[in-house]
């Protein structure tokens, strides 16, 4: 069964500064890995989507790679705000779809 | 901008009663998923439903859970009898298909079984 982990669990950093959040997957039998935010008691918002044969998705000041034969995949978040403070989940898409625990992020003012 | 729709957002019940948990996807999006996410816990995938009927589903989906379409609009999510351990926030979410295209989320539904 697959197996998506998520380090770290959590995460505090200074506005403006860039920072990496990490996911690793069990079963490299994917079709895509997406990247989620969740933001306290609301729903999830996709971030990016990298197809199992690609390497890496740009949105704006996010940047999400993936290494499929390792298992792993990055959130790269450049000059992070307050506003990115937030909930982040990785999920992979196999036959069924399984999310990783998530890194909460805060970025302090 | 289109968006996923789920009514109620709060939903309270006894144990062993029925609950029907109702979404509205985006129009225009083929594939419908079911998703929990127990307080504290992972969210875990539920149901995905495509041309009617139900396309993958996992585990946790046993018979006490049903998916329907019932019109063009609405896909519902039935729990038979509720049990406490059914408190969880229940997403729904649609995407154009299965595989390419990035799955949009509701605001969820927090079922409270009691």
Redesign the interface.
Known sequence: KQEVTQIPAALSVPEGENLVLNCSFTDSAIYNLQWFRQDPGKGLTSLLLIQSSQREQTSGRLNASLDKSSGRSTLYIAASQPGDSATYLCAVQGNQFYFGTGTSLTVIP | EPE?TQTPSHQVTQMGQEVILRCVPISNHLYF?W?RQILGQ????LV?FYNNEIS?K?EIFDDQFSVERPDGSNFTLKIRSTKLEDSAMY?C?SSVV???????????TRLSVL
């Open positions: 996923v998923y998703y992972k969210v875990e995938f995905s993958e996992s997403f979410a299965l595989a390419k295209n990035i799955q949009y989320f509701g605001a969820g």
